[in-house]
């Protein structure tokens, strides 16, 4: 096939990956360059270094919203657009341009987790599973009808980076797998069990040690590693990367002994940490080097 793939960060990478091995990559449409690092100097996305690495055609506008740039798309002669993360809304005259239309592969199962962060609220809702859904695109947000899905356990004490890595690769598998079966029948996504995953806001990586254990492991590994869920300890913003529900009981906040720390409910038990300006490490080597006071707050 002709394929037009439209993505921009990390997690888009393997599928473009897979894609441009298997099939003919007419170009690729990322978000522009953007200010980052301590010079603020522009700096290209995941998906436009690895679509140069391959040798294709990228492409990265503001919007594609003028009939100019549509009339380019067009031009394109696309068989499909895979679309990935890309994050531009897709006006109607895009999503009609390929002869098979536009094909989105979403992190969740829909209609679960529509929207900006499907992988960071399936742990921090405490979800048992969550997945990949490869869904025909239409004009509202996650709307589409399904034509491929599949389902991951999502473990324990596992983190967005862990689910985010293997999701990714997932969607690499399925999209392969699928565009050579072309036309599928399509399930029109039901009326219940409808959620949004709300873009995160760094407002909530404080944790509040009154809330519930289980709340609180499932704020930390979600938020892992970004924003970095964290608490104040000496003074220092100390990020919590991983964390367990663990036995104990105790006054909001009281240190337990260890890394582990009771809460409004239950206790915590931090099993990865990142001071300030330091690498993340294990909590017991943060133990080595630092003392946790009788309460945090």
Request: aromatic share 4%; proline share 7%; with cysteine.
């Amino acid at each position: 096939m002709n394929i037009i793939f439209m993505g921009t960060p990390d997690f888009s990478v393997p599928i473009l990956q897979a894609l441009a091995a298997q099939h003919e990559i007419v170009a690729v449409y990322c978000q522009p360059p953007r200010p980052a690092g301590r010079g603020k100097a522009d700096r290209p996305s995941a998906v436009q270094g690895a679509a140069e690495a391959l040798g294709l055609p990228v492409r990265h506008p503001i919007s594609l919203k003028s009939a100019q740039e549509q009339a380019e798309f067009a031009a394109l002669g696309a068989d499909i657009a895979v679309v990935v993360a890309y994050g531009l809304i897709l006006p109607q005259a895009v999503l009609d341009a390929p002869r098979m239309g536009c094909v989105n592969i979403h992190a969740s199962l829909l209609p679960r987790w529509r929207g900006a962060a499907p992988i960071h609220r399936a742990i921090m809702a405490g979800d048992a599973q969550t997945g990949i859904c490869i869904m025909q695109m239409e004009a509202g947000l996650d709307t589409g009808p399904v034509l491929a899905r599949a389902a991951l356990d999502i473990g324990a004490v596992e983190t967005t980076a862990e689910l985010h890595d293997r999701l990714s690769a997932l969607g690499a598998q399925m999209i392969v797998q699928t565009l050579p079966r072309l036309p599928l029948p399509a399930e029109v996504q039901p009326e219940q069990g409808v959620s949004y995953a709300a873009k995160i806001d760094k407002a909530e990586a404080r944790v509040n040690w009154a809330r519930p254990a289980d709340q609180i492991a499932r704020q930390i590994n979600g938020l892992s590693p970004f924003p970095g869920a964290w608490t104040q300890i000496g003074g220092e913003r100390v990020k919590l990367l991983r964390a367990a529900v663990a036995n104990g009981q105790g006054s909001v906040g009281a240190h337990l002994g260890g890394f582990v720390i009771a809460c409004g409910a239950g206790a915590v038990q931090i099993l990865e940490v990142q001071r300030e300006g330091k690498r993340r490490g294990s909590a017991d080597d943060y133990l080595r080097g630092a003392s946790l006071p009788d309460v945090l707050t």
